[in-house]
């Protein structure tokens, strides 16, 4: 029952998308470094309407379902009061390549939020965390020495195919 409720509400936001607004406002930064604690905070103001959702990853991972299904994240247009802020907190867009010109076209406007953390301790948070999700076996200093070779080529082939998906950048980036 829940996957066909999910496909009308999203069809349904894909019907209404020219209605809604687009983010007036860009969350960024490292894997680990905050950003769902910003987006929390900030969203419990008045005048912060937040996405449906908060890593939407249109701009990395799902620009080829175009421009209504990303509006079809975001609050109606006329629910934007003057001031009132729209968020799109995904984190990615600050590694990826294609990211960056892809949100300038669309939201030349929009302001940027960059977190950023100290990267050794980044590191270890991100290691500790896919080891809790069984996503890394490797003892930690194992996983630095091959973060190279995990990466190698992906971020050319990113600029290359912009279809193109890789799990090691958007991991261990």
């Given at each position: 029952?829940?996957?066909?409720?999910?496909?009308?509400?999203?069809?349904?936001?894909?019907?209404?998308?020219?209605?809604?607004g687009l983010p007036s406002a860009l969350i960024i930064g490292a894997q680990?470094?905050?950003?769902?604690?910003?987006?929390?905070?900030?969203?419990?103001?008045?005048?912060?309407?937040?996405?449906?959702?908060?890593?939407?990853?249109?701009?990395?991972?799902?620009?080829?379902?175009?421009?209504?299904?990303?509006?079809?994240?975001?609050?109606?247009?006329?629910?934007?009061?003057?001031?009132?802020?729209?968020?799109?907190?995904?984190?990615?867009?600050?590694?990826?390549?294609?990211?960056?010109?892809?949100?300038?076209?669309?939201?030349?406007?929009?302001?940027?939020?960059?977190?950023?953390?100290?990267?050794?301790?980044?590191?270890?948070?991100?290691?500790?965390?896919?080891i809790r999700d069984g996503r890394e076996t490797l003892p930690f200093a194992?996983?630095?020495?091959?973060?190279?070779?995990?990466?190698?080529?992906?971020?050319?082939?990113?600029?290359?195919?912009?279809?193109?998906y890789s799990y090691n950048h958007h991991r261990y980036s």
């Amino acid at each position: 029952m829940k996957a066909p409720l999910r496909r009308l509400r999203a069809d349904y936001r894909t019907l209404t998308a020219p209605l809604r607004g687009l983010p007036s406002a860009l969350i960024i930064g490292a894997q680990k470094s905050g950003t769902t604690s910003l987006f929390n905070y900030l969203v419990r103001h008045p005048d912060v309407l937040p996405s449906f959702g908060k890593e939407i990853h249109y701009f990395d991972l799902h620009y080829e379902r175009g421009v209504r299904w990303y509006r079809g994240r975001f609050p109606y247009r006329y629910r934007l009061r003057d001031g009132a802020l729209t968020l799109d907190a995904s984190p990615y867009y600050l590694l990826h390549p294609q990211a960056p010109a892809r949100a300038a076209r669309l939201l030349p406007e929009a302001k940027l939020v960059a977190l950023l953390r100290n990267p050794v301790d980044r590191a270890l948070s991100h290691y500790q965390h896919e080891i809790r999700d069984g996503r890394e076996t490797l003892p930690f200093a194992e996983a630095i020495e091959r973060e190279d070779e995990r990466l190698a080529g992906e971020e050319e082939r990113l600029r290359a195919d912009p279809e193109y998906y890789s799990y090691n950048h958007h991991r261990y980036s």
